[in-house]
């Protein structure tokens, strides 16, 4: 087992068949949080597989070749714990929090779920109207129309664009012989982080993670290259919605490049109240009951994000507000908006510090992205670093590039040209 250094209260260390084992010392932590990080999500799934991970993630829970999935849930809660799991497009997650004590016992319980887990044919057809019921909520949710949308937009045909969720078809079809096929090729050693964070002991912790994960098979790592960037727009009507919802956004630098201009950006363009985006179009014109701005950073790329809820004759005008303030931050930065972004990012960080679940995360996908996990103190020191001009540099490469945008709702007719026009003029005061 090789270790590596990083902060003084995390270790990292790797497994000869490559898994990779994380452990933050939260000394005065009465609880501690273990989690299995695996590098496969819906940007790993071809169109016929779409939704198969997140499938996985909720199969996994219903019964391995030691336990039914009743005994599975029970166990954990007579210890108190909090049983959880989610998949993203990168990676798919499982989670135990409780009582530090029991930290080596969740690595056990943990690793029971994602390396035998059995998909019992019974639960599988249970779990499938589930799966169904969740995607029409998400079908119905307008947000999250937009986002699919956006989605698309950004990336065309990509596995990248792909949902989370899958298709309702790929859902009705799966059957247990895909998902034991997807687990057998990508949880692998290669692919897989075993993290814990809390009063743990982490040299108890590496013992146990290579106790119970040490006869993984290594496999390959589930590397993506970054996606060519698309552009354009898309819409869709959802009937009975009363609002339009949009989503817009821009390329920025991916994890791999470990460059936060881009975060320190959407900070300023639209986090809090007193930002740009949310005093003109909330608190001066009254045009929006909901609007933010983030950055979506990944390995494999990374977008400059703006949405916003607005009434539907609103639309045209919502457009050319965001895309006037856009190219103003082009043309320069307010040093106090600088100030109070770089502030805003450094109380996240150092809250983070207390967030057990969330050290975890962004540690896994440091190493992931990065093969090492970046400190808390150069996290913090490399947003203070950047500077009006990269900043400013940021907005200017963005709007350099085709914009993406998703509209749904109440979306009327001709919206799509009205979007366009609105957006070419963005295009034409950039290149002024």
Not at 1 to 26: C, E
Not at 225 to 250: D, K, M, N, Y
């Amino acid at each position: 087992m090789t270790s590596i250094p990083t902060d003084p209260d995390t270790t990292v260390a790797t497994l000869p068949n490559g898994v990779r084992v994380v452990a933050i010392r939260m000394a005065h932590s009465l609880t501690a949080s273990v989690s299995v990080f695996v590098r496969t999500g819906s940007a790993h799934e071809s169109a016929a597989l779409n939704g198969i991970s997140h499938f996985v993630e909720h199969m996994v829970f219903k019964g391995t070749s030691e336990r039914d999935a009743h005994r599975i849930n029970l166990d954990a809660e007579r210890l108190g714990a909090d049983v959880n799991a989610h998949t993203d497009k990168d990676h798919t997650a499982f989670h135990l929090y409780g009582l530090n004590r029991h930290a080596p016992l969740f690595v056990r319980m943990l690793a029971e779920l994602v390396r035998h887990a059995t998909f019992p044919e019974v639960e599988l057809e249970r779990e499938r109207q589930v799966l169904l019921h969740e995607h029409t909520e998400d079908e119905d949710d307008p947000m999250a129309t937009a986002y699919r949308l956006f989605d698309h937009a950004c990336y065309g045909l990509h596995p990248l664009a792909q949902p989370v969720i899958g298709s309702r078809r790929n859902i009705e079809r799966f059957r247990r012989t895909d998902l034991v096929g997807w687990v057998q090729r990508h949880y692998t050693g290669a692919n897989v982080i075993v993290a814990a964070a809390g009063g743990i002991d982490p040299a108890a912790l590496a013992r146990e993670v290579e106790a119970a994960f040490g006869s993984m098979p290594r496999g390959a790592p589930n590397w993506l290259p970054p996606p060519p960037w698309t552009g354009g727009i898309r819409s869709r009507r959802i009937t009975g919605s009363s609002q339009t919802h949009a989503v817009l956004g821009f390329p920025i630098r991916n994890l791999v490049d470990d460059d936060p201009a881009g975060e320190v950006a959407a900070t300023l363009f639209g986090e809090g109240m007193s930002s740009p985006l949310m005093a003109q179009l909330r608190e001066r014109s009254g045009l929006v009951y909901y609007a933010a701005c983030s950055a979506d950073v990944r390995d494999q790329c990374a977008e400059f994000v703006v949405e916003a809820s607005f009434a539907p004759d609103k639309l045209e005008r919502v457009l050319r507000e965001v895309a006037g303030l856009l190219a103003a931050h082009a043309g320069s930065i307010d040093p106090v908006d600088l100030e109070r972004a770089r502030n805003q990012i450094a109380v996240r960080r150092l809250r983070a510090l207390e967030r057990p679940a969330q050290r975890l995360e962004e540690a896994a996908l440091d190493l992931f992205a990065l093969q090492r996990v970046r400190s808390s103190t150069e996290r913090v020191e490399r947003v203070a670093a950047v500077t009006a001009e990269q900043v400013r540099a940021t907005f200017e490469r963005m709007l350099a590039s085709p914009v993406s945008l998703a509209i749904a709702g109440r979306v009327g007719r001709g919206v799509t040209d009205r979007a366009l026009e609105s957006l070419a003029r963005l295009r034409t005061s950039v290149l002024a």
